[in-house]
């Protein structure tokens, strides 16, 4: 049996208009059995996250992903909700001129892509996430040669995948009743 898997996504600015590949990244990881509840966000909705992960208990899986602005503001949502355990954060090229708000030990696994080439990114997708002082974090950051917001089928396909081995290690054995 696994664990129930909630999920929130966040557009970089400008949302639908701007970032479209959200849209499609949010549906995949839908795909996977993630409650993606109203994902995706505007990257400005960080206090409707909060409240919608406050509102959980401990035990399911909860997954914060973005874009952009998104991708910066979800180590903004992590910093709001220091006591709630969030399993995994992915971000596609946090942009520099968003929130920088370092990743706390709440958060057990983070990765992020960036591309710190100004002519394809103008620096938007150019931030790269960085751990709090003694954070327990187990934190990735790959460098990758993206048009900004960087939402590829690549960068898709590696955090669906990391999504999966994290629901795979959630999995529980539900001991049967002896007849």
Same mark, same amino acid.
């Given at each position: 049996?696994?664990?129930?898997?909630?999920?929130?996504?966040?557009?970089?600015?400008?949302?639908?208009?701007?970032?479209?590949?959200?849209?499609?990244?949010?549906?995949?990881?839908?795909?996977?059995?993630?409650?993606?509840?109203?994902?995706?966000?505007?990257?400005?909705? $960080?206090?409707?996250? $909060?409240?919608?992960? +406050?509102? +959980?208990?401990?035990?399911?899986?909860?997954?914060?992903?973005?874009?952009?602005?998104?991708?910066?503001?979800?180590?903004?949502?992590?910093?709001? $909700?220091?006591?709630?355990? =969030?399993?995994?954060?992915?971000?596609?090229?946090?942009?520099?001129?968003?929130?920088?708000?370092? =990743?706390?030990?709440?958060?057990?696994?983070?990765?992020?892509?960036?591309?710190?080439?100004?002519?394809?990114?103008?620096? +938007?997708?150019?931030?790269?996430?960085e751990k709090a002082p003694g954070s327990t974090c187990n934190?990735?950051?790959?460098?990758?040669?993206?048009?900004? #917001?960087?939402?590829?089928?690549?960068?898709?396909?590696?955090?669906?995948?990391?999504?999966k081995r994290i629901i795979a290690a959630s999995q529980t054995?539900? #001991?049967?009743? +002896?007849?």
């Amino acid at each position: 049996m696994t664990k129930e898997v909630h999920g929130w996504g966040m557009y970089g600015m400008w949302g639908p208009v701007t970032d479209p590949g959200m849209a499609a990244f949010t549906a995949r990881v839908k795909d996977l059995g993630v409650n993606v509840h109203s994902s995706p966000y505007r990257d400005y909705d $960080v206090a409707q996250i $909060v409240a919608e992960i +406050l509102a +959980l208990p401990p035990e399911p899986l909860k997954f914060i992903f973005g874009a952009s602005l998104g991708a910066c503001n979800c180590s903004v949502v992590a910093a709001y $909700v220091p006591q709630v355990r =969030i399993d995994g954060m992915w971000g596609f090229q946090p942009s520099l001129d968003g929130a920088q708000v370092k =990743i706390g030990s709440n958060v057990k696994f983070a990765h992020c892509v960036y591309n710190p080439t100004w002519w394809q990114t103008a620096g +938007l997708g150019a931030y790269r996430w960085e751990k709090a002082p003694g954070s327990t974090c187990n934190l990735y950051v790959s460098e990758r040669s993206d048009f900004h #917001p960087g939402e590829t089928l690549a960068a898709q396909e590696m955090f669906l995948g990391e999504m999966k081995r994290i629901i795979a290690a959630s999995q529980t054995l539900v #001991p049967q009743a +002896l007849a």
